[in-house]
């Protein structure tokens, strides 16, 4: 299985400052056919099912605030939110879908300082 | 608009089985893979398997095998996720989630509200 690390498992953040969170994977979730990295990244609030932020690594989804913003290739991985706002108080996870089973980061908390 | 609507709360005993569904709408149910996820309490996401309606057999995660079987019901465009022989570490939300490519491998775009599944005597 490929193993998916998020650092840190939370993180305290002032209003309007930057968030960077880090995912790596056990092994690379690159696939050169299609040129594309196998990852993704959730938000989850408290009662919610996660939501879709960020897909093949660095794609925001449609309605995504462009605040939040995704980098990284091969077994490296960053989700990076430019200007904290309290609705982002969530824990974040990332997901590699290039392997089965899938597998999830533990999740990252992320709070207001 | 897309959504994913799964059956309700379960209350179960050790060694039974539950099966919850996950009806789906708005979109060609037969295009896309459908996805089973479960998060215990105060705990991380764990995927559990897979199926799509192009793609054949349904495939799972190790873990699960044996215990566990997704289907789906194209004429009502339900999702079924049946787990067997329950432990009281089965005690989870279990969601269900749309992969957001058709015909491929992709993210999960849409998901279902959870339904929570305690195991207890």
Known sequence: DIVMTQSPDSLAVSLGERA????????????????????????????QPPKLLIYWASTRESGVPDRFSGGGSGTDFTLTISSLQAEDVAVYYCQQYFGTPQTFGQGTKVEIK | QVQLVQSGAEVKKPGASVKVSCKASGY???SHGISWVRQAPGQGLEWMGWITYYNGNPSYAQKFQGRVTLTTDTSTTTAYMELRS??????????????R?????????????????????
């Open chain 2, 101 to 121: 490519d058709p015909f491929a491998r992709s993210s999960l775009d849409y998901w279902g509200q959870g339904t929570l599944v305690t195991v207890s005597t």
């Open chain 2, 28 to 30: 060609t149910f037969t």
């Open chain 2, 86 to 99: 329950l432990r009281s570490d089965d005690t989870a939300v279990y969601y269900c989630a749309r992969e």
């Open chain 1, 20 to 47: 960077t969170i880090n995912c790596k994977s056990s092994q690379s979730v690159f696939y050169s056919s299609d040129n594309k990295n196998y990852l993704a990244w959730f938000q989850q609030k408290l009662g």
